[in-house]
């Protein structure tokens, strides 16, 4: 399974959280990963105009807030793609067979409603949404203060300390 859209959003979040420009050594340590997949993710972020690295500053910055970045417009920017494309058909029944005649017509109808529906919930979560989504886990499970425990995670992962 590919993991660059939910790594991305780890990306976002951490970024959206720290205080200073977040680099790809920083991200990598906490996503989990290594500083080059990072920066293959933050490239198509740049491109796609959701974060900002400049030449001679380490770290990155988000560009818009996080209420106005959509999680498809995240998945469209790692994953090269306009919209989510859950499943493929396979290409070869044998239309001498009943099933294998009629399975791509009916297949393919489910298939790109199912996408329709994925694209359709994507459009309206934003990375607010998880960011929020994330301080009520964190408080439901007894971190008392979520922007203090995103700060005491960042340090060590050598990020800045949260943002208010």
């Known amino acids: 399974m590919d993991t660059r859209?939910?790594?991305a959003i780890h990306a976002l979040i951490l970024i959206s959280q720290s205080a200073t420009p977040v680099n790809s050594e920083q991200i990598a340590v906490s996503v989990g990963t290594?500083?080059?997949y990072i920066r293959k993710l933050t490239a198509r972020l740049n491109k796609a105009g959701i974060i900002e690295g400049r030449r001679g500053i380490s770290g990155f910055r988000l560009l818009k807030q996080?209420?106005?970045?959509?999680l498809l417009d995240i998945y469209r920017a790692?994953?090269?793609a306009d919209s989510v494309?859950?499943?493929?058909l396979h290409h070869n029944p044998n239309d001498m067979c009943i099933v294998g005649h009629n399975i791509r017509p009916v297949l393919g109808g489910m298939f790109q409603q199912m996408d329709d529906d994925v694209n359709h919930r994507l459009q309206g979560?934003?990375?607010a949404d998880c960011i929020s989504d994330?301080?009520?886990y964190m408080a439901r499970t007894g971190q008392a203060d979520p922007r203090q425990?995103?700060?005491?995670?960042?340090s060590r992962t050598g990020a800045a300390d949260a943002r208010e």
């Open 125 to 127: 979560m934003t990375l």
């Open 85 to 88: 494309h859950l499943f493929d």
């Open 34 to 36: 290594n500083p080059s």
């Open 5 to 7: 859209f939910s790594s």
């Open 149 to 154: 425990g995103a700060a005491n995670h960042s």
């Open 134 to 136: 994330m301080r009520a």
């Open 78 to 80: 790692v994953m090269d």
């Open 66 to 70: 996080p209420g106005d970045i959509t």
